[in-house]
């Protein structure tokens, strides 16, 4: 953490000489660059101040920006006003349940409940109305994005909880791995595109990203993998592996969902979030990495997830 806040702190001055020096056609440019770096320092702030107060409290942070990714993913799909009832459900039943399996550490269910319990549902509320126009089309849009923007999400403050053998750093700093690894990654890649970049990797789905800064971003986020293997259960070569499928699996989420929006016709997910776009446009790495490190983390490393609710819930219908 130390080391984001001289990164952030060396990005502050280096914005503010830019500042002053840019020419005028470079001060949007700079403007932009000064934009994400403030919406940087409050983001870092929250998420540390959120992995310092423990588990129940990522939940519920988790839980939040699920809510707002997936209300930025619905308002740019088209929806109908039969659809109004799913959506209620989706919102403040599905989504929250989610969250509450994940906070009392109930796996079993929380890795089913949305892909299959949540995906029948969806379906059968839908046709209910008696709607049948665009019922494939706008179903398969609602259940994508409860797939990612709650399910893939919910799979980070699940970190926090993963037994691990033979390890008693605690899991926060795990999550700040995984989370300081995808955003990195990001970040880097935008550096060295900018830097060198000249190949382009995919111009109709997101013109900056470029062959040398997908490699460039990667290798030294890899680098930095490695120096942070001492706060994670990995000796140096497997944090470089988990870090290259959080790399790998990040940069094609963030295709994925450029493909999304280019076929939407929109540009970014929202403006909540100065200099960067929406909520999904800063997370979007991070959907599609997170669900694979859980598992490989578990598969691995850890002692493995017991299935059954807690003795708790047993308890309130007699075991």
Same mark, same amino acid.
């Given at each position: 953490m130390v080391g984001v806040l001289a990164l952030l702190v060396a990005a502050s001055i280096a914005g503010a000489v830019m500042a002053r020096r840019a020419? $005028?056609? &470079?001060?949007? +440019?700079?403007?932009?660059?000064?934009?994400?770096?403030?919406?940087?320092?409050?983001?870092?702030?929250?998420?540390?101040?959120t992995l310092y107060l423990g588990h129940w409290t990522t939940v519920v942070l988790f839980c939040l920006l699920s809510f707002c990714a997936l209300r930025e993913?619905?308002?740019?799909?088209e929806t109908r006003n039969c659809d109004h009832v799913v959506l209620f459900w989706c919102f403040f039943v599905i989504l929250p349940l989610q969250y509450f399996l994940v906070g009392i550490e109930w796996y079993g269910l929380a890795s089913i409940f949305i892909p299959v319990y949540a995906f029948i549902f969806i379906p059968i509320r839908k046709v209910m109305s008696g709607e049948t126009?665009?019922?494939?089309?706008?179903?398969?849009?609602?259940?994508?994005?409860?797939?990612?923007?709650?399910?893939?999400?919910?799979?980070?403050?699940?970190?926090?909880?993963? $037994?691990? &053998?033979?390890? +008693?750093?605690g899991n926060g700093p795990l999550l700040f791995?995984?989370?300081?690894?995808?955003?990195?990654?990001?970040?880097?890649?935008?550096?060295?595109?900018?830097?060198m970049g000249k190949r382009k990797i995919a111009p109709k789905l997101s013109p900056n990203k470029t062959v040398e800064g997908a490699l460039g971003g990667i290798a030294t986020t890899l680098l930095l993998a490695v120096g942070m293997s001492f706060v994670t259960p990995f000796n140096p070569w497997q944090a470089a592996l988990m870090a290259l499928v959080i790399c790998l699996a990040g940069f094609f989420g963030g295709l994925v969902m450029s493909a999304i929006k280019?076929?939407?016709?929109?540009?970014?997910?929202?403006?909540?979030?100065a200099g960067h776009g929406g909520v999904m446009d800063r997370i979007d790495s991070l959907c599609f990495a997170a669900p694979l490190f859980f598992h490989l983390t578990s598969f691995y490393f850890g002692t493995g997830m017991d299935p059954k609710p807690p003795d708790w819930i047993f308890s309130l219908f007699g075991k």
């Amino acid at each position: 953490m130390v080391g984001v806040l001289a990164l952030l702190v060396a990005a502050s001055i280096a914005g503010a000489v830019m500042a002053r020096r840019a020419g $005028p056609e &470079k001060k949007a +440019s700079v403007a932009n660059f000064n934009a994400r770096t403030k919406s940087w320092w409050v983001m870092v702030g929250i998420f540390a101040v959120t992995l310092y107060l423990g588990h129940w409290t990522t939940v519920v942070l988790f839980c939040l920006l699920s809510f707002c990714a997936l209300r930025e993913f619905i308002t740019l799909n088209e929806t109908r006003n039969c659809d109004h009832v799913v959506l209620f459900w989706c919102f403040f039943v599905i989504l929250p349940l989610q969250y509450f399996l994940v906070g009392i550490e109930w796996y079993g269910l929380a890795s089913i409940f949305i892909p299959v319990y949540a995906f029948i549902f969806i379906p059968i509320r839908k046709v209910m109305s008696g709607e049948t126009k665009d019922f494939l089309a706008t179903t398969a849009k609602i259940q994508w994005g409860m797939l990612t923007c709650v399910y893939f999400v919910s799979h980070m403050p699940m970190i926090m909880t993963l $037994p691990i &053998k033979d390890w +008693s750093g605690g899991n926060g700093p795990l999550l700040f791995f995984f989370v300081a690894t995808a955003q990195a990654s990001d970040v880097f890649q935008y550096c060295w595109g900018k830097l060198m970049g000249k190949r382009k990797i995919a111009p109709k789905l997101s013109p900056n990203k470029t062959v040398e800064g997908a490699l460039g971003g990667i290798a030294t986020t890899l680098l930095l993998a490695v120096g942070m293997s001492f706060v994670t259960p990995f000796n140096p070569w497997q944090a470089a592996l988990m870090a290259l499928v959080i790399c790998l699996a990040g940069f094609f989420g963030g295709l994925v969902m450029s493909a999304i929006k280019r076929d939407l016709g929109a540009k970014d997910w929202g403006n909540s979030i100065a200099g960067h776009g929406g909520v999904m446009d800063r997370i979007d790495s991070l959907c599609f990495a997170a669900p694979l490190f859980f598992h490989l983390t578990s598969f691995y490393f850890g002692t493995g997830m017991d299935p059954k609710p807690p003795d708790w819930i047993f308890s309130l219908f007699g075991k």
